[in-house]
């Protein structure tokens, strides 16, 4: 009965380092797409910025400010988006007629849906403690260049998205 009972703390245990360190997240909508689809299971590293870097093109999750409707969201009712980090503190970024300039340099994102980003930015520096994200299916996601998200703060991010668990033939790292 002992080992029964030490077994089943241990098993508590480990649970609970798992879900402190790990958060289980569905994606909604279609904003990451074609890297992220609507449905797709991935597991976030809560960890990740408190031990480490952020890093430009990260897929991350944050707490938006943007009201849940369905009920889902953080404690507070807000919805938790999944972006792409495109610029860090201290980075300049444009966008103007349908390209990305980072740092001066058009990028090349093979990454993204339509093959444009569109909504102009004008020049701007990234602040200290904020983040400029995107969602890959640029003609649909609201993020970092509408008002309703604006830069995120890097208070609000929960973690990296850095394994895709479904479906199970599509599992990889992000």
Excluded at 84 to 113: C, W
Excluded at 122 to 132: A, M, Q, R, S, V
Excluded at 160 to 174: D, S, Y
Aim: charge should be negative; glycine fraction near 10%.
């Amino acid at each position: 009965m002992k080992a029964l009972i030490k077994d089943i703390i241990i098993a508590l245990l480990i649970v609970l380092v798992i879900t402190a360190i790990i958060k289980p997240t569905i994606v909604r909508e279609s904003s990451m797409e074609p890297t992220l689809y609507d449905g797709n299971y991935v597991l976030v590293n809560k960890m990740a910025y408190k031990v480490g870097k952020i890093h430009r093109g990260d897929i991350i999750v944050f707490h938006s400010g943007m009201k849940a409707e369905d009920g889902s969201g953080d404690s507070e009712g807000n919805k938790l988006l999944i972006k792409r980090i495109i610029a860090i503190p201290g980075d300049t970024i444009k966008i103007e007629n349908g390209n990305v300039y980072l740092n001066g340099k058009m990028q090349h994102e093979s990454f993204v849906e339509d093959g444009g980003t569109w909504g102009d930015v004008e020049t701007t520096t990234i602040p200290e403690g904020k983040l400029f994200v995107m969602g890959d299916h640029r003609s649909v996601s609201i993020d970092s260049r509408s008002e309703m998200v604006g830069l995120v703060d890097q208070d609000s991010v929960v973690g990296n998205a850095f394994i895709r668990l479904w479906p199970i033939n599509e599992i990889c790292l992000l």
